[in-house]
């Protein structure tokens, strides 16, 4: 298999939504056992633009998150989409997934956080404004992290990206580019 590369080099800038994506996996404990939580952040907007969560790590759900991404219209063809070189990310079906939506993959340095920092930032700021906590059921953390998803896109506001939330800095994008 082709080696990646790192195309995204720690620039998490993106001159326009859907042009350059990170990603990765966390879990969320529950008295069932874990919940897996996979995303796809916009570097332009910040935005949670896919996400998918399961029982399992297994590949499937990093080819979720994607999928739900592209099924949005939020990724452009020919974008980057960089994470960590997580057994799941560097697989052929993950690959193939991208290569489906034309989408180029990016994989940071081994055993780097520095190199997929966007993606570990909002894992830290999901675990820290959700709350810590052992959820009673997965179906209970899940409304939660859906809950969080739709806070975090729309009302919260965002240092990056101006103090605007993610939803409006994609607004602004494209109402921007219509009127020139």
């Not at 298999?1 to 326009?16: E, G, N, S, Y």
């Not at 009673?136 to 009302?155: E, G, I, K, P, W």
């Not at 409006?168 to 494209?174: D, G, I, P």
Request: with cysteine; hydrophobic share 40%; charged share 20%.
């Amino acid at each position: 298999m082709t080696p990646v590369a790192d195309l995204i080099r720690r620039d998490f800038t993106a001159p326009a939504p859907g042009l350059r994506m990170v990603g990765d996996i966390t879990c969320l404990p529950t008295f069932e056992g874990w919940l897996y939580l996979a995303t796809v952040i916009d570097l332009h907007t910040r935005e949670i633009v896919g996400h998918a969560m399961a029982e399992h790590m297994r590949t499937d759900l990093v080819c979720d998150a994607i999928d739900l991404a592209a099924a949005r219209g939020f990724i452009n063809d020919d974008a980057v989409f960089h994470s960590d070189r997580g057994v799941q990310y560097t697989s052929g079906q993950f690959r193939a997934a991208l290569a489906e939506q034309k989408i180029r993959a990016s994989v940071g340095r081994v055993g780097s956080c520095y190199d997929n920092a966007v993606a570990e930032a909002f894992f830290a700021t999901l675990k820290t404004e959700i709350g810590a906590t052992i959820w009673r059921t997965r179906s209970q953390a899940r409304q939660d992290v859906f809950t969080y998803l739709h806070y975090y896109n729309h009302t919260r506001l965002h240092s990056t990206i101006g103090h605007n939330t993610p939803a409006e800095t994609r607004t602004n994008h494209y109402h921007q580019a219509s009127a020139a």
